[in-house]
């Protein structure tokens, strides 16, 4: 079935462009619905209009956590969409907020992508963190949200190399190259086949 996606997004927006790229170049069989991003003059946002895809900018300073998610769920009540799309969105998302979006089956409607081989190396910068731990292979994971940071069902991980003379900028952009392949290709799958979990860690992209 064709996904109808919001995309939430809090900075550079690389992956949000390569979903966005896919669906126009006809791999990915998607729409977005709309962009939501919690922090102004987001490259995210700029790339959206580009896209000419609908966004919504919700700043949340000031604010308690569930009064800037229930702006959230009230901005999107709007649209019907399948699956919300985390794109480097550097806020956590409550239980509450993932009630809204669970899923029959059990799961949440809601789908990251982290820059590691998750479980290892969760939190905020895990390329730098995965690099100075001095790893030789590294990867990305996507996968359902759950209540816990950077955890989930696993739906797919992709692996990277380090490579000898590697500095974590260069590390960092071999990663987010697989990224922008790996994203599109699980939506695909998921457009294709639904939800299909892997067992943790098995590496199937
Ligand atoms: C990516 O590295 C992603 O894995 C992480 O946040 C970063 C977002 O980058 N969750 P961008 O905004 O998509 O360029």
Known sequence: MSLKLAIFASGRGSNMRAILQSIADGYLDASVAV???NE?????????????VT??????????????????????????????VLAGYMRILSPAFLKSFKDPAGYFRVINIHPSLLPAFPGVDAYKDAFEAGVEVSGITVHLVDEEVDHGPILAQAEFARLPGDTLDSFRARGLAVEHQLYPKVLQQIAREGVRVTPRGSVTA
């Open 35 to 37: 962009a939501v991003c």
């Open 40 to 52: 102004e003059g987001a490259g995210a946002l700029k790339i959206a209009r580009e896209f000419g």
């Open 55 to 84: 966004s919504i900018c919700l700043p949340h300073s000031g604010m308690k956590r569930r009064e800037h998610e229930e702006k959230v769920l009230a901005a999107l009540k709007d649209f019907d969409i399948d699956f919300i």
